[in-house]
């Protein structure tokens, strides 16, 4: 599971990389479970547009927007925020190949509520010694990475939580990704999107969006035990 990842710091990357203003806030470097994160989703006048943009549209600035949210969903359907809180420290994966018919993610993912996550490197533990030895990993040529995310909006009595989640595929034949976590365990790693293809993500209808859930290559990742 990917439960902890590096925020993005750099303010320029926003806009160079995802075409949205920089975080307005002090972002923690760490983000954890239930952190305050960020992600980059449609803006409200494409989410509430009567017509889709095309998935081959050029990338337009007014298209996009940054939010802001707690790591870890909180399904529409939770009944009470302390219920939110137990559930979403558990719900900050979500399975691609289960994604339509898990009952946590399933709305969020026919509504179209996706997102790019984005990160500059997440962190696995490495068990080979027999020990958890913290493992930072990052793109070969130090870039940036935006992740394929759900986001969602909870609401009752008054109460707002904001939250998002991180899709992961299975990385049991990654060449690189299978070395981490517990042994006898299914293998995971976030379904890191390709450059070109955060605008046709973030609009392709739910039946195409399937399509981008591939395992990143193995020779543009690096991986490296994370000093104490």
């Known amino acids: ?51 889709e943009p095309t998935e081959d549209a050029a990338p337009d600035k007014g298209l996009r927007e940054l939010g802001a949210g707690q790591f870890g969903l909180v399904p529409p359907w939770v009944k009470s925020a302390s219920d939110a809180k137990l559930r979403s420290t558990k719900l900050v994966n979500a399975r691609s190949e ?5 009952t946590n993610f399933r709305d969020t993912w026919l509504k179209g509520q996706r997102c790019i996550v984005p990160m500059m490197a997440f962190f696995e533990d490495d068990w080979r010694s027999g020990k958890a030895v913290p493992t930072r990993i990052t793109r070969v040529d ?40 517990q042994g006898g365990n299914e293998k995971r790693m ?17 039946e195409k969006a399937k399509e981008f859930m591939r395992a990143y290559p193995a020779n543009w990742l690096t991986a490296n035990p994370v000093e104490k």
């Open 190 to 206: 976030p379904a890191i999107l390709g450059e070109g293809t955060y605008d046709a993500w973030l609009n392709a209808r739910p």
């Open 1 to 51: 599971m990917s439960v902890h990842y590096e925020s993005v710091q750099t303010a320029t990357l926003y806009p160079d990389a995802f075409q949205v203003a920089a975080p307005s806030f002090a972002l923690e470097r760490h983000i954890w479970p239930r952190k305050l994160g960020v992600f980059i989703r449609k803006a409200p006048s494409v989410l509430d547009a009567s017509t």
């Open 98 to 102: 289960t994604v339509t018919t898990s």
């Open 142 to 181: 130090g870039k940036l990475m935006g992740v394929a995310g759900l986001w969602e909006r909870w609401e009752k009595d008054g109460e707002e939580i904001i939250s998002f989640t991180v899709l992961t595929v299975n990385a049991n034949s990654h060449a690189l990704l299978h070395r981490y976590q």
